[in-house]
Every structure is written in C-alpha cells, then in structure tokens.
Antibody, heavy 115, light 112 residues
Framework: EVQLVESGGGLVQPGRSLRLSCTTS????????MSWVRQAPGKGLEWVAF????????EYAASVKGRFTISRDDSKSIAYLQMNSLKMEDTGLYYC????????WGQGTLVTVSS | DVVMTQSPLSLPVTLGQPASISCSSS???????????LNWFQQRPGQSPRRLIT???NRDSGVPDRFSGSGSGTDFTLKISRVEAEDVGVYYC?????????FGGGTKVEIK
C-alpha cells in the first residue's frame, strides 16, 4: 500500500525557518516525482512545489519561489520542503503527494506562522 | 497562470439525485504529449483530498462508478449519478498541464 506521512510542522515566528518531511513507503520512490500542496485554514488548495525523479527539475509557486526549496533523499524515500523567511500567509496544512497529477496524498502537517 | 473556474460554489443535493459540477480553464490544457491533464479531487470533511478522476474522464482505482468526468476544450464536468451521504464534501478541479499547477476554487456538495 502506498503511504505518505508528513511531519515537521509546528508554530514558528515570522521570518524563521521550518523543514517539512514526507516519508513514503509502498512504491519505488526514486522512480516518481513528488509535490507539495497547501491549504490555508478554511480555504482551497494551493500547489506549492514539485520535484522530478533522479535529482531533476524543480518547480515552485510564485508565492514561495526564492523562499522554499523542495528536495529528496532517494536512499530514505523522503521528500523535503525547506521553508525559509516564513510569512503569516504561509500558515496552513501542508500535504505531500506523489507525482504531478497528485495521487495519493498524505494526511498533512500543520504549519502556523505567528508571533 | 491558468485560471480554473468552478461553479456552483455550493450544491445542495437530495440523496439519490444527480449532481453536476462545472470547471472551465482560461486556456487549453493540451500538454505537449497530447494528453489533457484535468483532474478532479474530493475532500471530505476533516480528510485529505483524494483524486477521483484524471485526464478528464479516467476514474481512479476504488472510485465508485457513479462518478464520471467529461469535457473538452476548456470546459469540463464532474457528475455524480446518484448522490450518497458519503459524497458530502468539497470538490476541486485541477489542471496538471501547465506550470504552475492550479486548482479551481472548490464546490461544496451538501445534502438538502
């Protein structure tokens, strides 16, 4: 069974950093691209970042470009989202998902940016 | 960016009756590989999103056949043939063709 488990969320002050992890199992991680999608409280879905397999291309939403970095460790089957210079508007539930077409999704990890 | 516009915002439905959600894109979703990457997701209350349909009309494994997708060009539709109580939630369309990937604003399906 394919499983994605996010971790690393928490309460952080504006301007600080946080690193999210997406630990996967049940499939050949190295063969798949990975995505991060977020959802602000009570709002819709916003795609955040994408990374191809084999250390390939990355893509970012304009709202996070230059502040967030997506990466992967194929030896551990983990995808990461390094979030720097956090803003209050980055608050939300962060999901990881497999592929560009987003199947399946993890349960999410909550990031709260507040002073 | 490709803007995805969904309607209606809210959809009250009687159990057993059909439901239909529309989604339009601001530009063609034809990928260079010839596919049209239009996906539909369901988010039940308190749960993570779940993909229902990919490439306009291909149901994912385990998705009941009362869900169907159709469309062409820039106009797409998700239909539920007979709404059940477990179908309550928010439905999103999403285009996976162009960067950045973009979602519609969501349609909330509720039981009358």
């Amino acid at each position: 069974e394919v499983q994605l488990v996010e971790s690393g969320g928490g309460l952080v002050q504006p301007g600080r950093s946080l690193r999210l992890s997406c630990t996967t199992s049940g499939f050949r991680f190295g063969d798949y691209s990975m995505s991060w999608v977020r959802q602000a409280p009570g709002k819709g879905l916003e795609w955040v970042a994408f990374i191809e397999p084999y250390g390939g291309t990355t893509e970012y939403a304009a709202s996070v470009k230059g502040r967030f970095t997506i990466s992967r460790d194929d030896s551990k089957s983990i995808a990461y989202l390094q979030m720097n210079s956090l803003k209050m508007e980055d608050t939300g539930l962060y999901y990881c998902s497999r592929g560009r077409q987003l199947l399946p999704w993890g349960q999410g990890t909550l990031v709260t940016v507040s002073s | 960016d490709v803007v995805m516009t969904q309607s209606p915002l809210s959809l009250p439905v009687t159990l057993g009756q059909p439901a239909s959600i529309s989604c339009s894109s601001s530009q063609s979703l034809v990928h260079s590989d010839g596919n049209i990457y239009l996906n539909w997701f369901q988010q039940r209350p308190g749960q993570s999103p779940r993909r229902l349909i990919t490439k306009i009309s291909n149901r994912d494994s385990g998705v009941p056949d009362r869900f169907s997708g159709s469309g062409s060009g820039t106009d797409f539709t998700l239909k539920i043939s007979r709404v059940e109580a477990e179908d309550v939630g928010v439905y999103y369309c999403m285009q996976g063709t162009h960067w950045p990937l973009t979602f519609g604003g969501g349609t909330k399906v509720e039981i009358k």
